[in-house]
């Protein structure tokens, strides 16, 4: 799964331990099972937040335990990567906290970007995720996480910013979402349900009313994490300072869970929005990234009409066989051919060793061969020739009697194809027949006939 040469990473920035889990927990979880590389990045120690589950400190100030807390989360998320920029907790707007010489909310935008887009240069993360400009309840080391990142974004990029490492392009920044209407709805039933509400006791009008939340019409994103509930709850329950065992996080009714946890939502900010659904939403953090899917790529590949060879080779005087329609010329001068192997294939190891090969091309009436040579069962050295009628040439490797045509070749080198080897061989000897070949197109083989002459009334068409 990758873009480029890299592999697909999601990077996500959160202002204090605990945010990752409740922000962006499913989506790290599940991007870590899809075998996405994930990276967290946490701006502050937490400092000022409160021993709200009451749990004996011991010896070690709360600061200490949250760093504990936090390994243990990222740790049941199977979170890759772990990075902090190592500022102090501001605590609450209008807190003395704020003026900590050390508080998140004092330091300068560029100097902290520059520390996370150095970070970003060094994971190169494809999705970065962050507060939005709001923080998300206006906590000023939110809002402050949300600068930091833009900003972050764009300095990782600039060739000509004083950030260590290589200049990478974020393809899709985006921020954190909570939709007033699904809000509303949990508040109302909380109360229905005799439970506490994020937004107490009073009896809210409409969303509009609550005092934080997303605009509906604002959300691009919506990720299914309901799989990963468990996991998500396990990390919570990670930060046992600040979530009890009692604590709504841990403890939503049933009935509630879903509508409240089951999807993580985001609004995309820079980048291009990959495909919706019916309901106009991005399901995908890397829609649009992920590159061409393999089963759409091989039904295009399979509608061009190729023919078919019975690949064939001889080590220590032992003949190999495999089917291959992967194969075309290259030169003329020299003469040379490829095909390309499948790495995991034993005709890999076997041609390497035997440093020659045959291709028959095979006559339309020989679908039984390819079929012989494509049966994984088809066991391996002389059993494979049993009842076929072939001579050594001028390599020794096989050739086949009754073909369309042959080349045979000694290997001229080897090159890294993805799962696949090309093999370029070097033409040393050739022959051609009348015989018309066997053709291949959409997974059914078949022959050849001329396509219509533009002059020529009669609809005649290539077959399968």
Same mark, same amino acid.
């Given at each position: 799964?990758?873009?480029?040469?890299?592999?697909?990473?999601?990077?996500?920035?959160?202002?204090?331990?605990?945010?990752?889990?409740?922000?962006?927990?499913?989506?790290?979880?599940?991007?870590?099972?899809?075998?996405?590389?994930?990276?967290?990045?946490?701006?502050?120690?937490?400092?000022?937040?409160?021993?709200?589950?009451?749990?004996?400190?011991?010896?070690?100030?709360?600061?200490?335990?949250?760093?504990?807390?936090?390994?243990?989360?990222?740790?049941?998320?199977?979170?890759?990567?772990?990075?902090?920029?190592?500022?102090?907790?501001?605590?609450?707007?209008?807190?003395?906290?704020? #003026? +900590?010489? %050390?508080?998140?909310?004092?330091?300068? =935008?560029? @100097?902290? !970007?520059?520390? $996370? &887009?150095?970070?970003?240069? *060094?994971?190169?993360?494809?999705?970065?995720?962050?507060?939005?400009?709001?923080?998300?309840? #206006? +906590?000023? %080391?939110?809002?402050?996480?949300?600068? =930091?990142? @833009?900003? !972050?974004?764009? $300095? &990782?990029?600039?060739?000509? *910013?004083?950030?260590?490492?290589?200049?990478?392009?974020?393809?899709?920044?985006?921020?954190?979402?909570?939709?007033?209407?699904?809000?509303f709805e949990l508040h109302q039933g909380l109360l229905a349900a005799g439970l506490p509400s994020p937004f107490g006791?009073?009896?809210?009008?409409?969303?509009?009313?609550?005092?934080?939340?997303?605009?509906?019409?604002?959300?691009?994103t919506e990720i299914d994490v309901q799989a990963w509930l468990p996991r998500k709850r396990a990390a919570l329950a990670?930060?046992?300072?600040?979530?009890?065992?009692?604590?709504?996080?841990?403890?939503?009714?049933?009935?509630?869970?879903?509508?409240?946890?089951?999807?993580?939502?985001?609004?995309?900010?820079?980048?291009?929005?990959?495909?919706?659904?019916?309901?106009?939403?991005?399901?995908?953090?890397?829609?649009?990234?992920?590159?061409?899917?393999?089963?759409?790529?091989?039904?295009?590949?399979?509608?061009?009409?190729?023919?078919?060879?019975?690949?064939?080779?001889?080590?220590?005087?032992?003949?190999?066989?495999?089917?291959?329609?992967?194969?075309?010329?290259?030169?003329?001068?020299?003469?040379?051919?490829?095909?390309?192997?499948?790495?995991?294939?034993?005709?890999?190891?076997?041609?390497?060793?035997?440093?020659?090969?045959?291709?028959?091309?095979?006559?339309?009436?020989?679908?039984?061969?390819?079929?012989?040579?494509?049966?994984?069962?088809?066991?391996?050295g002389h059993e494979q020739f049993d009842g076929l009628s072939w001579e050594a040439r001028t390599t020794g490797a096989?050739?086949?009697?009754?073909?369309?045509?042959?080349?045979?070749?000694?290997?001229?080198?080897?090159?890294?194809?993805?799962?696949?080897?090309?093999?370029?061989?070097?033409?040393?000897?050739?022959?051609?027949?009348?015989?018309?070949?066997?053709?291949?197109?959409?997974?059914?083989?078949?022959?050849?006939?001329?396509?219509?002459?533009?002059?020529?009334?009669?609809?005649?068409?290539?077959?399968?």
């Open positions: 799964m990758t873009t480029s040469a890299h592999p697909l990473t999601l990077l996500c920035v959160h202002p204090h331990p605990d945010d990752e889990s409740i922000a962006c927990g499913g989506v790290l979880a599940r991007a870590a099972d899809e075998g996405i590389r994930t990276v967290v990045v946490t701006c502050t120690g937490g400092e000022e937040g409160e021993n709200l589950a009451r749990i004996d400190l011991g010896d070690r100030d709360l600061a200490d335990h949250r760093r504990r807390e936090l390994a243990d989360a990222l740790a049941a998320l199977g979170v890759a990567s772990h990075h902090t920029l190592g500022y102090r907790d501001s605590g609450m707007a209008g807190e003395p906290s704020n #003026g +900590h010489v %050390d508080s998140f909310v004092r330091v300068d =935008v560029e @100097v902290a !970007a520059a520390a $996370l &887009a150095a970070i970003i240069r *060094a994971e190169r993360p494809q999705v970065v995720v962050s507060d939005g400009a709001d923080g998300t309840y #206006g +906590h000023p %080391d939110h809002v402050k996480a949300n600068r =930091v990142t @833009v900003r !972050a974004v764009e $300095l &990782a990029s600039d060739v000509h *910013a004083d950030v260590p490492g290589e200049p990478w392009h974020v393809a899709k920044r985006y921020v954190t979402a909570l939709a007033r209407r699904r809000l006791d009073d009896d809210v009008a409409d969303p509009s009313a609550l005092s934080f939340g997303t605009d509906d019409a604002a959300v691009t990670c930060h046992r300072s600040q979530i009890s065992a009692d604590s709504f996080f841990l403890n939503t009714p049933p009935e509630l869970e879903v509508d409240a946890f089951a999807v993580e939502q985001f609004v995309l900010e820079v980048g291009e929005l990959g495909d919706v659904d019916a309901d106009g939403y991005e399901r995908d953090l890397f829609a649009g990234l992920r590159g061409v899917d393999p089963d759409r790529f091989k039904a295009a590949l399979g509608s061009f009409v190729t023919g078919v060879t019975a690949m064939t080779t001889l080590v220590d005087g032992v003949p190999h066989g495999m089917t291959a329609n992967a194969v075309t010329s290259v030169s003329l001068s020299p003469p040379l051919v490829l095909v390309c192997v499948g790495r995991e294939a034993s005709m890999a190891e076997h041609v390497d060793e035997g440093g020659v090969f045959a291709l028959s091309f095979l006559a339309r009436d020989q679908r039984a061969v390819s079929d012989r040579f494509a049966d994984p069962s088809r066991g391996d096989p050739v086949l009697h009754g073909v369309a045509a042959w080349v045979d070749c000694r290997v001229h080198s080897v090159v890294d194809g993805g799962d696949h080897l090309i093999v370029i061989g070097e033409v040393v000897d050739v022959d051609a027949t009348d015989r018309e070949p066997l053709a291949y197109l959409r997974g059914r083989y078949g022959g050849f006939l001329p396509a219509p002459d533009a002059t020529d009334p009669e609809d005649h068409r290539a077959t399968t």
